[in-house]
């Protein structure tokens, strides 16, 4: 409510100054499944209406004449964020109040004179089936708090794992980062490419690429971590055993705000040149144009060959050390307000195998959400399947938050004034 029960101006609800993170264990929750089933949760709906009460009153005493300017600021601000949570409330009540009349019509219309009009009724009741979970999903984005660097910029990098099966781990990770690459041109962002050491037999050891434009670490934040995959290798003694091999490879996602204020101290850097390998154009091998820099008080160590100029390779691989620093700093921060809790993925669990790609059944699963897709060219491609795949990630994300919030809701507001 807009007053607390002490007689004290809450502008803040509860769950605006709560801190979410996505906790992916073996014990995520079972009974929220998605935004449709959550929004019939109790809790919800009491705190729901809560806030639409507020928003009305809140409503009310802006056309008070009694309020001073800071009191009249303060509402407004209140009113703004309360407007679209209370709008969404209404519309999907509205649209329940409509499913539940069809659903009476539909028991009334069992005769054959009528078949025709309850069809029309069962696709109306479809339709709106639909609206409501899109507006399920949309409420629960607005109460969820944005996390501070939703729209950050990123540094994406792969790197291969070890497995016996020679190149199968190379192969993989070079159909990682082009599917990565697909996946920025798909959502209309800009992907450069930093660094990209090639294997001998085709594949690829280690790439990053800084990647911008709109919510960019919103969408990737949750690909960081182990990806592991299962596949008969197209050439050697395996592929004519039919003999199926497994590999891994990671992947890192680091946000990169647009000023990063992280000071290095130039006596704390080695800087090393070479000569680059791979994509690069006629330049490579034939000038030390690739920089390497290690910093030597946290042993982190950086690589650049995307420019022919020496001087701008070592920009951007300064650029993408004071990320991997300022990274260190988020987690510090992370660790410190939620110690009871793992940090999200792309950061502390990178060791962490969170999806498997098998290519013989033609199956990628997310083990963090028990989701299975079918149809890995489709998701390898990174157009609509991967979208679709990030999407349910992030819906999971959202109701994690919430049913944390509800768990909570008890103990927060039990403590009286």
């Not at 007689?7 to 605006?16: E, N």
């Not at 929004?39 to 802006?62: C, D, G, I, M, P």
Request: proline share 2%; hydrophobic share 35%; aromatic share 6%.
């Amino acid at each position: 409510v807009g007053l607390h029960k002490c007689g004290v101006w809450r502008p803040k609800s509860l769950l605006d100054t709560a801190r979410f993170t996505l906790s992916f264990n073996s014990r995520h929750r079972k009974k929220h499944q998605d935004s449709r089933a959550l929004w019939k949760h109790e809790a919800v709906q009491k705190y729901l209406e809560t806030l639409s009460k507020e928003y009305q009153q809140v409503s009310r005493l802006l056309n008070a004449d009694s309020i001073n300017d800071f009191e009249q600021r303060t509402l407004r601000k209140r009113c703004a964020d309360l407007s679209p949570i209370a709008a969404a409330f209404q519309e999907i009540k509205e649209a329940e109040r409509e499913v539940q009349e069809l659903e009476a019509m539909c028991r009334e219309l069992d005769s054959r004179d009528e078949k025709q009009l309850l069809e029309l009724a069962l696709e109306e009741k479809e339709t709106l089936d639909k609206k409501i979970n899109m507006l399920c999903r949309k409420l629960f984005q607005l109460l969820v708090p944005k996390e501070k660097y939703d729209r950050s910029h990123v540094i994406l990098e792969v790197t291969a794992g070890r497995t016996t099966g020679g190149d199968i781990c190379q192969q993989f990770t070079k159909e990682m980062f082009e599917m990565y690459q697909n996946y920025a041109d798909y959502k209309s962002w800009t992907f450069d490419i930093v660094n990209y050491t090639p294997a001998e037999i085709g594949g690829l050891h280690h790439a990053a690429a800084h990647i911008s434009g709109e919510d960019v670490y919103r969408h990737l934040k949750y690909e960081g971590g182990t990806h592991r995959v299962q596949r008969i290798p197209e050439t050697g003694l395996s592929s004519r055993m039919q003999r199926i091999h497994t590999g891994t490879m990671s992947v890192i996602v680091l946000p990169q705000p647009e000023e990063v204020d992280v000071k290095v101290d130039p006596k704390d850097l080695r800087i090393d040149t070479f000569r680059a390998k791979g994509a690069g154009g006629q330049h490579v091998n034939k000038t030390d144009s690739a920089v390497r820099i290690v910093h030597l008080p946290t042993g982190l160590a950086v690589e650049c060959q995307q420019e022919r100029s020496q001087l701008l390779n070592k920009e951007i691989a300064l650029r993408t050390l004071r990320a991997k620093l300022y990274q260190q700093v988020i987690e510090k921060q992370l660790s410190q307000e939620q110690s009871a809790r793992k940090l999200q993925l792309g950061t502390r669990a990178q060791s962490e195998r969170i999806r498997t790609y098998n290519f013989t059944q033609d199956r990628v699963t997310d083990h963090r959400i028990s989701y299975d897709a079918r149809n890995i060219k489709e998701i390898l491609s990174g157009k609509e399947a991967l979208d679709k795949l990030i999407n349910r990630l992030l819906e999971f994300a959202e109701i994690e938050a919430v049913t944390e919030y509800l768990e909570n809701l008890q103990a927060l507001e039990g403590g009286g004034c």
